[in-house]
């Protein structure tokens, strides 16, 4: 079995930058994306960023290109999310997760607990 385990949300205002971190455990994620979906209550959980395995290839959304930076650790089951210029609408539950076909097709395998960002304007 598979824990993916969050840290770092929390209460940051509008322009500020936060660092989301991920770590995974259990068994060996070799082969692996790891990346952020967030939600809110209005919306549908959405991708943020995904990172591959070998660390190589990184994918963002829209929303957040220029603004996040998603990396791995030195421990290679960790995850980073890099949040600079943080905006109101920034503000969701993220969500740390794990898929073979995570950067080609969005598709999850595994899910954290989830960490809640919140940004005031």
């Known amino acids: 079995q598979v824990q993916l385990v969050e840290s770092g949300g929390g209460l940051v205002q509008a322009g500020q930058s936060l660092r989301l971190s991920c770590t995974a455990s259990?068994?060996?994620?070799?082969?692996?994306?790891m990346g952020w979906f967030r939600q809110t209550p209005q919306k549908e959980r959405e991708f943020v960023a995904g990172?591959?395995?070998?660390?190589?290839?990184?994918d963002y959304a829209d929303s957040v290109e220029g603004r996040f930076s998603i990396y791995r650790g030195v421990a290679w089951n960790t995850v980073f999310l890099q949040m600079n210029s943080l905006k109101p609408d920034d503000a969701a539950v993220y969500y740390c997760?794990?898929?073979?076909?995570?950067?080609?097709?969005?598709?999850?395998?595994?899910w954290g607990q989830g960490t809640q960002v919140t940004v005031s304007s």
């Open positions: 997760v794990a898929g073979q076909r995570l950067l080609v097709a969005r598709t999850v395998e595994f």
């Open positions: 259990g068994r060996t994620l070799s082969g692996y994306s």
């Open positions: 990172i591959s395995w070998s660390g190589g290839e990184t």
